[in-house]
């Protein structure tokens, strides 16, 4: 199954970012798309979940009250809308599907993704 991510660019500080993500779906409903970001030299960290399931959503504290992860079951499309972006959020955003095989928690963790798409670069400069 392949992940394609997609939004990434160069914004200036305040502003607004869409990603996408599309995926094929898996065959199963219960199964959860995550954005993951990860700035060169540094761990990958989660920044956002959503079960397709039952749509419950975890955010990172890093984006809490400034992202809205959505999915689109219709065209199998996982959204994170990031507003009043930071410099410190620059980095590489990949989008990553884990499969409920009897996740130990939810968000699963990153160990337990087993698709993953390619990055997308954010840049916040002004």
């Known amino acids: 199954f392949q992940l394609q991510a997609c939004g990434g660019g160069t914004v200036q500080p305040g502003a607004s970012l869409r990603l996408s993500c599309a995926h094929p779906g898996f065959g199963v409903d219960d199964y959860a798309i995550a954005w993951h970001r990860q700035v060169p030299g540094e761990e990958r960290l989660s920044v956002a979940c959503i079960s397709n399931k039952d749509g419950r959503t975890f955010y990172a504290d890093s984006v809490r009250d400034r992202a809205t992860i959505s999915n689109n079951k219709g065209n199998h499309t996982v959204s994170l809308l990031m507003h009043s972006l930071k410099p410190e959020d620059t980095a590489v955003y990949f989008c990553?599907?884990?499969?409920?095989?009897?996740?130990?928690?939810?968000?699963?963790?990153?160990?337990?993704?087993?698709?993953w798409g390619q990055g997308t670069l954010v840049t916040v400069s002004s």
């Open positions: 990553a599907a884990s499969i409920d095989r009897g996740w130990f928690r939810f968000p699963p963790y990153r160990w337990e993704y087993e698709y």
